[in-house]
Nanobody, 123 residues
Framework: QVQLVESGGGLVQAGGSLRLSCAASGRTFSTYAVGWFRQTPGKERDFVAGINKSGGRTYYADSVKGRFTISRDNAKNTVDLQMNSLKPEDTAVYYC????????????????WGQGTQVTVSS
């Protein structure tokens, strides 16, 4: 079992940057792919970025490609999401999630979820 805790959210002006971190407990973290999702009130949770268990493969939603970078450090049990050139439409609660079966972009593919961290981008 894996427990996930996100941090690094906050308020930033448009064009700015934030770095989110997902810290995991459990010795088997390196066997999970990890994804970042985001959700705004009244909407579904959307895939943002994902990374496979080794860190050698990544996948991004079109809306963040070229602006966000996902990375992981299995020795530290962390997965980070570097967000640059932020836009007001990036405002959401961001969640990290772990997937035992591999890199995917669907909510139902992920087995464990963090509690989320709020990101607010002002115009």
């Amino acid at each position: 079992q894996v427990q996930l805790v996100e941090s690094g959210g906050g308020l930033v002006q448009a064009g700015g940057s934030l770095r989110l971190s997902c810290a995991a407990s459990g010795r088997t973290f390196s066997t999970y792919a990890v994804g970042w999702f985001r959700q705004t009130p009244g909407k579904e949770r959307d895939f943002v970025a994902g990374i496979n268990k080794s860190g050698g493969r990544t996948y991004y939603a079109d809306s963040v490609k070229g602006r966000f970078t996902i990375s992981r450090d299995n020795a530290k049990n962390t997965v980070d999401l570097q967000m640059n050139s932020l836009k007001p439409e990036d405002t959401a609660v961001y969640y990290c999630a772990a997937n035992l079966y591999g890199l995917g972009s669907k909510n139902y593919e992920y087995n464990y979820w963090g509690q989320g961290t709020q990101v607010t981008v002002s115009s």
